[in-house]
């Protein structure tokens, strides 16, 4: 039943555009496939970060050059972090520029219940970024993403 329920405010986000972005939506088991089902069709780059991870927070101008100068591919931003945390996610989104960005925040106690959700074979490590082609493919990077791998992976786009 709660993954009906946020499968519904997912779409009904995705409908409404920018009116549903700045406040951080609850990132449940289930999502992930829900994510990716709404945008499908459609190159989509979901990006799993901290606001207490240097790294990530390092690598979101690349990720804001990557949006602007590729709109028809949709950016989602997932804090591994606690839904206490919604005002730091959304000032640090704001702040670089992405507040416009689909964004969601683990709302399950259980980080590694998600994750294991998520891929089997990720083990927390971040920032952790998928490219999912509008075919479906999808490719995990570990560690700060370069725009070069960006680059390279939207030219076959």
Same mark, same amino acid.
């Given at each position: 039943m709660k993954s009906r329920l946020w499968t519904f405010v997912l779409l009904a986000c995705l409908a409404a555009g920018a009116a549903c972005a700045a406040e951080p939506r609850p990132f449940q088991r289930g999502d992930f496939a829900a994510i990716r089902a709404a945008h499908q069709g459609r190159p989509v780059v979901v990006n799993?970060?901290?606001?207490t991870c240097p790294p990530c927070l390092a690598e979101l101008p690349t990720l804001k050059a990557m949006a602007? @100068?590729?709109?028809?591919? @949709?950016?989602?931003f997932i804090a591994a972090d606690t839904p206490d945390d919604g005002e730091r996610?959304?000032?640090l989104l704001k702040r670089n520029g992405l507040d416009g960005a689909e964004s969601w925040v683990f709302a399950d106690a259980n980080a590694t219940?998600?994750?294991f959700d998520i891929d089997r074979t990720w083990r927390g490590e971040l920032p952790r970024?998928?490219?999912i082609a509008a075919s479906g493919r999808v490719e995990s990077h570990s560690g700060r993403i370069s725009g070069e791998s960006l680059n390279a992976w939207l030219e076959g786009q």
């Open positions: 799993f970060w901290s606001v602007e @100068a590729n709109p028809r591919v @949709a950016l989602v996610i959304e000032h219940r998600l994750r970024t998928y490219l």
